[in-house]
């Protein structure tokens, strides 16, 4: 059963930084990619970074381009999303989310189906 679980979330005053971190367990196999996701209030679910395991390329989504950067620590099964330089639009629920299955098209765009519960950063103006 696969299990993620989301931490690292808070308040920050813009310009700030934040480092997230997503504990994974369940993920077997070679054939997965693993990313960022995030909720606004009021707005749809947008993609933030994933990294594909088979290849180990990351994408991110452009407004968080040389911003934010996605990591893994394999030993530790753990995921980290470094945010800096932090607006208020980046205000919303961040989620950690794994798909199985093997491609090689941008991960953002992957139907993932396992899910957190979700972390809230917070960034004051």
């Known amino acids: 059963e696969v299990q993620l679980v989301e931490s690292g979330g808070g308040l920050v005053q813009a310009g700030g930084s934040l480092r997230l971190s997503c504990a994974a367990s369940?993920?077997?196999?070679?054939?997965?990619?693993i990313g960022w996701f995030r909720r606004a209030p009021g707005k749809e679910r947008e993609g933030v970074s994933c990294i594909r395991s088979t290849d180990g390329y990351t994408f991110y989504a452009d407004s968080m381009k040389g911003r934010f950067t996605i990591s893994s620590d394999n030993a530790r099964n753990t995921l980290y999303l470094q945010m800096n330089s932090l607006k208020p639009g980046d205000t919303a629920v961040y989620y950690c989310a794994a798909f199985f299955g093997t491609s090689y098209s941008n991960c953002l765009d992957y139907k993932y189906r396992y899910w957190g519960q979700g972390t809230q950063v917070t960034v004051s103006s």
């Open positions: 369940g993920l077997t196999g070679d054939d997965y990619a």
